[in-house]
């Protein structure tokens, strides 16, 4: 694995006492301020809690494919926005390591992974379910919002092989617009088949006439099912 990249963050505090913490991961091109930005405008109320601090990372900046190798805050190279090509696991080894920095800050902070949920929007969420699915099992949870696996990806093949066993495996929340060109419905929902075939507990909301975006309903939803996940101590 490639050395470690110290991330830029910003983060939100817990109003109260800090018992539990939320890593948010944005999608390709945005940062950590612009998604937290996008997050307090669409969430009534807003996306913060009485003990759970939540973290917005920010990509480094590397050459993108897809961009004609133009640098963007990416977590990862890929080949081509689809489904059926490669992961370029080079790239995601690279973030699942920085990322995992971020999270052993918040352990010696003294937050157990067991009280950590990791997620993110597009992009965000694909390498949420890789830093879950694969390195960290045991947090509370993951969640991933309009986001996409390869068909070949690493991630299904690691759950499977833990779920076979009995070992744990997290809970995923999965959300997605009926209405996004970007990353198509049947990609998620295809995800989501795959996940839960290979032994991820997980279940798959539906957004009607949702584009690739975040909305208020989604938000509202994922925000009971983190309360549920972390309950206040």
């Keep these: 694995m490639s050395s470690v990249h110290k991330l830029q963050k910003c983060a939100v505090s817990p109003t109260g006492k800090h018992s539990a913490s939320i890593m948010f991961l ?5 940062t950590g301020l612009g998604l937290r930005a996008w997050v307090r405008d669409v969430s009534t109320p807003d996306f913060t809690f009485p003990h759970i601090k939540v973290i917005y990372p920010t990509a480094p900046a590397r050459p993108y494919t897809p961009m004609r190798g ?9 080949h081509q926005i689809s489904p059926e090509c490669p992961e ?8 699942s390591a920085s990322l995992s920095a971020v999270i052993q800050d918040e352990v010696r902070a003294g937050v157990p992974r067991q009280r950590m ?25 993951v969640f991933a919002l309009s986001s996409f696996l390869n068909k070949d990806s690493v991630v299904y093949q690691a759950v499977q092989e833990r779920a076979g066993v009995g070992r744990c495996v997290p809970e995923l929340f999965q959300c997605h617009g009926s209405a996004d060109q ?23 909301h539906s957004f009607p006439g949702l584009h690739h975006q975040l909305a208020p309903a989604e938000m509202e939803l994922l925000r009971s099912w983190v309360l549920s996940k972390l309950p206040l101590d």
Excluded: N, Y
Aim: charged share 15%.
């Design 117 to 141: 949920i990791i997620g993110g929007f597009s992009m965000g969420g694909a390498m949420a379910l890789h830093l879950a699915c694969r390195h960290h099992p045991d947090v509370a949870g």
């Design 70 to 78: 133009a640098l963007s805050h990416v977590w990862f190279d890929r």
């Design 182 to 204: 970007l990353v198509l419905p049947r990609w998620g929902k295809d995800t989501a088949r795959l996940l839960q075939g290979a032994g991820l507990p997980s279940s798959f």
């Design 88 to 95: 370029h696991l080079e790239s995601v080894e690279a973030a």
């Design 26 to 30: 944005h999608g390709s091109g945005d």
